[in-house]
């Protein structure tokens, strides 16, 4: 799967959101969704993200014995089963065929990526690693999975890779963070980026749309779908918690402060890279 992603067609009209994975790629695929497709809210509220994006490394996340397992258990439902072998099925077939504009979805870094990547529209998402960490923390929780392997580490080595090339006219940066701090101002950071202009009053409504009391509760984004398909356990954690910059600080004792200040200390280093929530 690797050589075919490294050698996968990139078309101009390509948007691709990445970013390391409990990032708030989810979000972020909202937002330019949204603001790519002119506010099409009928199209968002009617499609799954999962359906509106092709997740592109998702087959190699279940493996066939695991597929196996989810197609057994859903015997009988066979619109739950066709679901299950969508998602686990090998996505750059069905990408080659596919109408453009294409919405991709992936945490693979941009190393792994053609060249010619930066020819399509790629929109980087990055959060503080603390935070990212405390999402994993809950993800796993409620994951059939066992055994997890991280698949996209190492963790600043994705970040740095897509710092680096911040200035590319089609390349856009943003923290998670921003959407904290001004969602306005990153909705419209976003809207820039595609070349597209909306009225303040477009802007507030796509910020309620994205607010996380609205999102969790969205059956459109939020991935309860994952628990229908056996994939997710129920009444464990929710795929969309809080939405919170900073929240580690409720979990982390003073020993794994330090242990994670100075990680982040002796990664950032060599590069002029920081997180909002550390300046």
């Keep these: 799967m690797a050589a075919d992603i490294y050698n996968m067609e990139i078309r101009p009209s ?5 970013g390391y994975a409990r ?17 099409d809210y009928k199209t968002a509220k009617s499609i799954l993200l999962m359906k509106r994006y092709c997740f592109l490394e998702y087959s190699v996340m279940i493996n066939p014995e695991m597929k196996e397992r989810f197609l057994k258990e859903k015997e009988g439902n066979i619109e739950i089963q066709n679901e299950i072998k969508a998602i686990s099925s090998h996505k750059i077939n069905e990408l080659s065929v596919a109408p453009s504009p294409r919405f991709i979805k992936t945490h693979i870094p941009l190393s792994l990526f053609p060249r010619s990547l930066l020819d399509a529209k790629v929109v980087y998402i990055a959060r503080d690693p603390r ?21 996209w580490t190492p963790y600043f080595s994705h970040l740095k890779e897509a710092w680096e090339k911040r ?13 904290q701090r001004d969602m306005s101002a990153a909705i419209k ?20 749309h994205l607010d996380v009391k609205n999102f969790k509760k969205n059956p459109f984004v939020n991935n309860d779908r994952l628990k229908d398909l056996g994939i997710m356990l129920p009444n464990v954690s929710e795929y969309i918690r809080i939405g919170k910059s900073g929240g580690w600080r409720d979990y982390f004792d003073d020993e794994m402060t330090v242990q994670a200040e100075k990680w982040i200390e002796e990664n950032l280093r060599d590069t002029d890279l920081r997180f909002p929530t550390l300046q």
């Design 14 to 18: 390509d948007v691709f959101v990445i």
């Design 23 to 39: 990032s708030g790629t989810t979000l972020t695929q909202e937002l330019v969704w949204m603001v790519a497709n002119d506010m």
């Design 131 to 151: 935070d990212v960490a405390v999402s994993f923390f809950h993800l796993n929780r409620c994951m059939v999975f066992k055994g997890w392997t991280d698949y």
């Design 167 to 179: 200035h590319h006219p089609n390349l856009l940066f943003i923290f998670y963070e921003e959407y």
């Design 189 to 208: 950071r976003v809207a820039e980026f595609f070349g597209k202009t909306y009225t303040d009053e477009q802007v507030g409504e796509l910020g309620e």
